[in-house]
């Protein structure tokens, strides 16, 4: 089991340059969700997705893309990159989603730290 | 919107001492899940608190939920340096098809000898 699973570690992109950041997890959890972490912000929400084929937006969508088509895996797509898009990026994964009415731990992935030059 | 606040947002203590954390956010939620992140590192949860006046305990670390006050609080009880690390709450909107988790700011803290 080896939880949730996040590749690259670290990656730099020259500003327009597109890329996916790869997101997977074995407990067959429902819910994955993407954050970015960026100094002094907390963690800032910008896609999720509830089951296979349904993703939402976050607080912050935009320039990144996300499609879920296994239970499984939640990549996150970044369009053309921008410095602004300079950050950690954390996958996680539940069983339900946040509200569900039920003990709902969040696990974390590793994260993916990402440099927009 | 859901908005969650934390303070302090920097905390530097003494080993032994006791103190508290504080989250307040702003509309209903009924859920709230306290997590830690250690430097460099993912995080790590700590709590969910799934009612009004759930108090969980491990270790030197016990939070409560105050639903009608929303407010979340993690007291630290005679703290040591292996503590120190960042700690976010976090807390998920209860109304409607929202499906968002929204976090705080983190509190740092730093335990010194």
């Known amino acids: 089991n080896a939880g949730v699973t996040q590749t690259p570690k670290f990656q730099v992109l020259k500003t327009g340059q597109s890329m996916t950041l790869q997101c997977a997890q074995d407990?067959?959890?429902?819910?994955m969700s993407w954050y970015r972490q960026d100094p002094g912000m907390g963690l800032r929400l910008i896609h999720y997705?509830?089951?296979?084929?349904?993703?939402d937006q976050g607080e912050v969508p935009n320039g990144y893309n996300v499609s879920r088509s296994t239970t499984e895996d939640f990549p996150l797509r970044l369009l053309s990159a921008a410095p602004s898009q300079t950050s950690v990026y954390f996958c996680?994964?539940?069983?339900?989603?946040?509200?569900?009415?039920?003990?709902?731990?969040?696990?974390f992935g590793p994260g993916t730290r990402l440099t927009v030059l | 919107e859901l908005k969650v606040e934390q303070n302090p947002l920097f905390l530097s203590m003494q080993e032994g001492k006791n103190y508290t954390i504080y989250c307040n956010y702003s509309?209903?939620?009924?859920?709230l899940y306290w997590y830690r992140q250690d430097p460099g590192k993912s995080l790590e949860s700590l709590f969910v608190?799934?009612?009004?006046?759930a108090v969980k305990q491990e270790g030197r670390l016990m939070a409560s939920l105050d639903t009608k006050a929303r407010l979340s609080t993690l007291h630290i009880t005679a703290a040591v340096h292996d503590l120190s690390a960042t700690y976010f709450c976090?807390?998920?909107?209860?109304?409607?098809?929202?499906?968002?988790?929204?976090f705080g700011k983190g509190t740092l803290l730093t335990v010194n000898p």
């Open positions: 996680a994964s539940s069983l339900n989603p946040p509200r569900a009415r039920s003990y709902n731990e969040q696990f």
């Open positions: 976090a807390a998920s909107h209860s109304g409607g098809s929202n499906y968002k988790l929204t």
């Open positions: 997705s509830v089951g296979a084929g349904i993703t």
């Open positions: 407990m067959n959890h429902e819910y």
């Open positions: 608190l799934l009612s009004n006046g």
């Open positions: 509309t209903t939620s009924d859920r």
